[in-house]
Each structure stands twice: as C-alpha cells, then as structure tokens.
C-alpha cells in the first residue's frame, strides 16, 4: 500500500536500523530491532518532533501520515552508497547483504503491522460516524414522535375545553349564595344578600332540537313522557283555565327546594298586610327602598334583600299559611330549605288569573303586572307564542319556571320544576305541551 516506505539503499545495516527507528518513534511506534518475536508498537510523547504532515488530524489517517513519512526519510537519502567518514574502509564489511536483507524483512513487516493499524483506525473511524449518524437519526425520530405526542395532546385539550364550555353553557346561571332562604333552616334569620344575576342568555341562541314525543290524547303520560325525554330530574303541573280546562301533572305533589319562586308567596303575604293597613307601600326598608320598590324587585328582577327582610317582618309563619289558603299546601319549610310543589305554583297562578286570591282586583293586577314584566324569560316564554307572566328560580342545579300563559287560543298554568336540567329543555317542553293543547 505504502511502496515509499523504505528501500534504505546504500544504508549500512545498523544505520538502517536505527532510520526506521526513528521513523516509527516520530508515527508513535517503536519496533523489535532485531526482528524477532512480537511488534512494539507503542505511542510515543507528544512532545517528540514530526513533520507537520504526519502529525493526526481530522483531516488525515495514519496511513497518510505514514506515507507521507516515509517520503520524507527516502528524499534525505542519498543517492549512492554513504561516504565512510575519514579512516573508514571504502568497501562495505562482509556480511552487509544479509544485514540489509534482515533490515529489509524487519522494515516490510513493520510497515505492514502500520499500515493495518492505519487501516483499523480508518475503520473505527468509519464505524464511529456511522453510529453517530444512526444516534441522531433516532433522535430525529425520537423528537418527532414527542412532538406527534405534544400537538395530540394540545388538540385533546382543546376539544376537552371546548365540550366542557358547552356543558357550562348548557347549565344554568347560579343565583347568589343567599338568592333563597331555602339556605338557612330558619328563614328570617338569613342576612341581605345581592339581586340575584340573569341567567345565561348565551342559552337562547343555540337552543338544541326538542325530543320527538308523540301525544296520543292522554295529557298525563304525555307530559310523563316529556318529563323522561329530557335531562335531569323534572315534574310537571298544567292547568288549563278555559277551553275544555285540562289539567295533568307528573310529579306535580312532590316537594322541592323553592329557587326564587317562593317570591311570589312573599309577594302576596305583602299585597295582603299593606291591605290589611299593618303596612304601608311608603314604608322604607334597609338600602333606601319603600316597600312599593321592593315588591317590585323582587319579582321583576329577583332581587334578594326585598324577600329576606319582607319575610323577616311579616313572619315566615305568616307566608306559609297565606300560601297555603292559596292551594299551595305543601309550601313552607323543608330541612334548611324553603320548599314547594308544581302542583302549589300552578294552583297559586291559576288563583290570581281567575281572580280568586284573598287580595283586592288592585292587588291581583299589581301582581299580574309585575310578573308580565319579569326579566328572565329563558323558561317557559322562551317556548311560548303567548304572553306570559312568570316567575323563574335557579339556584345550585335546580331550574324552575312557573307561568300564566294567554295563548290567543287559551290560557293556560304551567309549572315546571327540574334538578339538572336546563333553561333549553323548559323552553322544549313548553313548546310540545302548546302543540299538544293549540295544535302546531
């Protein structure tokens, strides 16, 4: 491979000798000088001389660098046979051609163990690149696949965000802690709280397609029907007050927790003790209202205060039995809770359309009135073509719409009452039961 690498021609044997050794020690080899037994290779210091040429590098292999030694040592030659210094004999000794022939042997063998180890070095190099080259080609992959990983998971999390903003939309608006004295096992002793916040209006704009269930002229398993068609925990009381005056309910004498509808008990307890002249409409209440203000928030807006400090003064007691010579016989107070039943909001509303409630016309009109102008109107007006007056509660999952409804073909009570359901599917029931009694 290296045919450069000596040929001392005209060098004595000795001399020979002791060219290549000091040719191998620059390459960092020392070899055997009498050509026996196994090579010495060894590296030698890195402080001893070599030509720049054959010194490592990234560039070159120890085959370059022994060739290009070997170059250099056969260019100091010289040309004939070496002169013998003053007094030495002009003829070589006897035995020199064994000598060189020895040289010569002990120099092939030498310059073929380098040139192996060059060519394992070269190897190892090779096989070095191409495990670093396998190494950052797994780490490509490796990267690529975490990153596969992290933009699933990011999309993942999108769509989780995304389906539990629509179930938030779905529900409810809670109403404030103390929106109802339901909270408290006694009700007149629950402090003043803020107006109750309107529910979410974003609900009416993306109002889903209504369960499809067929009425077969049965008002009572019709309205069974729609209460399973729907989520949640529903019951349901109609009274139709002119036409063939049908009535139906499910559920409709089982007691729930009030929301906001016990309003309309206070509201009437109040119409009757400003009758009864034991108060007056002018009459302040805490936050610089009159009593006439505060009948007003309290069903148009379902303000809070109004109702917890009415019934303080009026005396809960009171209120429960008002309601109760109302029809409303399962109304008053539950476990820490003010309850009532479909069938008691249907029968009380029923009573003040008809104009049937121990009040004045004056008072049956003030309450009307205020409840036609009621701003919650995601429940039952939301699935009327009539006009309605209600009176809407929401509060820690519970959705409650209670309603007159005049229908240019008749007037009907509504009451409908749910744990986990929604504005959507009040508004939904609604519709079917107008279709059910008016026809499409």
């Not at 539950?334 to 008691?344: F, P, R």
Request: a negative charge; aromatic letters at 4%.
């Amino acid at each position: 491979m290296h045919s450069r690498l000596p040929l001392f021609a005209g060098v004595p044997g000795k001399s020979a000798a002791v060219a290549l050794t000091a040719a191998l020690l620059v390459t960092g080899c020392t070899p055997n000088p009498f050509g026996t037994g196994e090579s010495g290779l060894e590296p030698t210091s890195a402080v001893q001389a070599a030509p720049v040429a054959a010194q490592h590098s990234a560039q070159s292999t120890m085959a370059d660098a022994a060739e290009e030694l070997a170059r250099r040592i056969e260019q100091a030659q010289p040309s004939g046979p070496v002169a013998a210094s003053s007094g030495a004999q002009d003829a070589e000794p006897e035995g020199a051609p064994v000598q060189e022939d020895e040289d010569r042997a002990g120099v092939d063998r030498h310059r073929s163990e380098l040139n192996s180890w060059a060519e394992s070095v070269t190897e190892a190099q090779a096989a070095d690149a191409e495990q670093q080259r396998l190494a950052e080609e797994e780490e490509a992959r490796r990267e690529a696949e975490a990153e596969a990983e992290r933009q699933q998971q990011a999309a993942e999390d999108a769509q989780e965000q995304a389906q539990e903003e629509a179930q938030e939309d779905a529900q409810p608006a809670p109403e404030t802690q103390a929106d109802d004295a339901e909270h408290v096992t006694d009700p007149e002793a629950e402090e003043s709280a803020q107006p109750a916040p309107a529910p979410d209006l974003e609900e009416s704009l993306s109002t889903p397609a209504d369960p499809q269930v067929a009425f077969t002229g049965d008002m009572n398993i019709y309205l069974q029907d729609l209460a399973a068609a729907h989520p949640g925990s529903i019951t349901i009381s109609l009274q139709e007050l002119t036409g063939a005056q049908r009535s139906a309910s499910v559920g409709g004498r089982t007691a729930q927790v009030t929301a906001s509808t016990y309003k309309l008990y206070a509201a009437y307890s109040l119409i009757r003790q400003v009758e009864s002249g034991a108060l007056s409409w002018s009459d302040s209440v805490s936050g610089g209202r009159d009593l006439a203000q505060c009948f007003h928030d309290m069903i148009v807006v379902s303000d809070n205060p109004c109702p917890e400090e009415i019934g303080a003064d009026i005396g809960w007691s009171t209120i429960y039995s008002d309601a109760a010579a109302a029809g409303a016989t399962v109304t008053g107070q539950g476990q820490g809770a003010i309850v009532t039943s479909a069938n008691d909001l249907t029968s009380m509303l029923a009573r003040l359309e008809t104009g049937q409630l121990s009040i004045s016309e004056a008072g049956h009109d003030r309450l009307r009135e205020a409840l036609g102008a009621n701003v919650h109107r995601l429940g039952v007006p939301a699935g009327s073509t009539g006009q309605v007056l209600n009176k809407p509660g929401w509060i820690d999952g519970y959705v409650h719409d209670a309603a007159i409804v005049r229908h240019p073909q008749g007037t009907y009570v509504l009451s409908i009452m749910s744990e986990g359901s929604s504005w959507h599917s009040l508004a939904g029931i609604t519709r079917s039961v107008e279709t059910a009694l008016y026809g499409g």
